[in-house]
C-alpha cells in the first residue's frame, strides 16, 4: 500500500544536493516501486501536479507528474530524465510545495523534449509545452538542487483569494494560476 511521505521544506540540505542518477537495475528492488507509488499518493494529497524524489528526502533522480487533464499530461514517473530539444521561453508563475505558499515570477523555455525511463526500464519521450513543460523544467531542477526561488523574481505570500485557490487547487509546480485564470474565462 502506497503512502504518504513527509515533503520536505526550503532550507533541508536534500533540495540542495545534485541528485544520483538511478541504476536501472533498482527498478527490479520492490522498495523502489514502493517509492514511486509513494510518490504519487504524496503528490496527490499535497494536491499536486509535480513531485520530485528530493522532495521527499530521496537523492535519487525521477519525479512523477500528472495534469490530470484531457490531453493525457500524466500519471507519469520519469527516471534518470534529461532534456533532449530545449526551445524558445516563455513567462511562468510557479510555486512549489517545499515552499509552501509562496509564489514568484520566472522564465521557462516553451518547449522540452524530456526521455527517460518509466517504471519498468522502458525508455519514454515527454513532449512538453505549456504548463506540462514547465512543469518538467520545475522538477527537473529539483533533480539538480535548484529551486524555482532561485531563478523567480517578485517572490510573494499568494495572498489574494484566487491565488490561494489556485494553490490549494494544485499547489502550483508549474503555473496553477494560468489555470485558474482559464476558469475564471470560461465561468465568466
Ligand atoms: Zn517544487
Known sequence: MPYIREIIKDGHPTLRKVAKKVDLRELNDPMFQQLIDDMFETMYH??????????VNVSK???VV???DEEGHGPYVVVNPKFTTIEGEI???EGCLSVPGMIGDLKRHERVVCSGFD???KKIELVGTGL?????QHEMDHLDGILYTDKAQNIRAAVTDEEKAAL?????????LERN???ATASA
Do not use: K
Not at 46 to 55: E, R, T, V
Open 132 to 136: 506540462f513543460g514547465r512543469c518538467l
Open 91 to 93: 513567462d511562468s508563475i
Open 119 to 121: 517504471r519498468d526500464g
Open 66 to 68: 500528472d495534469l490530470d
Open 181 to 183: 485564470a482559464e476558469v
Open 46 to 55: 499535497a494536491p499536486g501536479i509535480g513531485l520530485a524524489a528530493p522532495q
Open 168 to 176: 490549494a487547487e494544485v499547489e502550483a509546480e508549474g503555473a496553477a
Open 61 to 63: 533522480r525521477l519525479f
